[in-house]
């Protein structure tokens, strides 16, 4: 199967952001891409939670979701969504940051809630505090397809090895990392961790990301460190997208899974171990 990850730059509008998803998708498919993948957040990239409120609908309602599911059935795709910003019913009115993968006929096929928030200062100047605008997720998802099973994961996950290897271990062959990795967290950070997960689980790793500097009607503008990467499952980059909007595409085999696998059973290897104390801090003297 080829895959063709989209690179986008979405602002704050949902509408803008549909058409120019949609125009990528085209791109893709017309490289010969079978499965297509966006980035993280692809309706809408914020940083006013009152804008969110006014823009974001509820996922039964909103019609990025329903124009991206047109698409994928019109071109006959499988299409992950790498996360849309939805309302929810909550009390304390967060959103859902929600991947979905749909079907070549148009159907949700499988969709994940992101379980880790990106709450961290990452310098005095720029700080974020994901959970206070969107739940996080409580459920690991696996997806099977024809060409290959596929661990859903979203973003700040990357960090959290063992998410990954825990689908990994349950039959993922594909690790999707949609994201809108920050700029200063993506020079240092972004390569490395895509390259370590795919080498702990010996699976492919397909990572669509946001670029560039994000319009914005309202609140602070915000940048991405762009970059999508295909990783294949020795942990070689296959493709990286740079940090202009495009398409990157590779093709996904399964036999590089299984090969990888076999040479270093690692995910066979577990063993179980006491948990080290925590240390606590010396008396002062």
């Known amino acids: 199967m080829r895959a063709g990850l989209v690179q986008m730059t979405s602002g704050d509008d949902p509408g803008a952001n549909l058409k120019q998803a949609q125009a990528l998708i085209e791109q893709a498919v017309a490289g010969g891409a079978g499965f297509v993948l966006t980035p993280e957040v692809t309706n809408c990239v914020s940083a006013s939670r009152a804008h969110q409120m006014r823009v974001l609908c509820h996922q039964d309602d909103d019609p990025t979701l329903a124009g991206l599911r047109e698409t ?7 299409l992950l969504i790498g996360s849309l910003a939805l309302k929810t019913g909550d009390a304390d009115r967060r959103f859902a940051n929600r991947s979905f993968l749909i079907a070549p006929d148009g159907a949700i096929a499988a969709q994940y809630d992101k379980i880790h928030m990106f709450d961290v200062d990452v310098s005095p100047t720029e700080t974020y505090r994901e959970s206070e605008g969107f739940r996080p997720g409580d459920r690991a998802v696996l997806a099977t397809t024809p060409f290959a099973t596929i661990g859903m994961t979203v973003c700040y996950d990357v960090r959290f090895a063992a998410l990954h290897r825990q689908l990994a271990q349950a039959g993922a062959e594909v690790l999707t990392v949609p994201a809108a990795f920050s700029p200063v967290t993506g020079a240092a950070h972004w390569e490395p961790l895509l390259r370590a ?14 670029t560039g500097t994000h ?11 762009g970059h999508s990467l295909i990783v294949a499952p020795w942990g070689e980059v296959v493709a990286d997208a740079g940090t202009a909007p495009g398409v990157i595409w590779a093709d996904i085999d399964r036999a590089a899974v299984a090969d990888a696998r076999r040479r270093v059973p690692a995910l066979s290897h577990d063993r179980p171990f006491a948990h080290p104390a925590p240390r606590r801090a010396s008396p002062a003297p």
């Open 72 to 78: 994928a059935a019109a071109r006959g795709i499988w």
């Open 215 to 225: 319009p914005a009607q309202t609140g602070r503008q915000r940048a991405t460190h």
């Open 197 to 210: 997960r795919a080498i702990e689980c010996g699976a492919w790793v397909l990572a669509p990301a946001q």
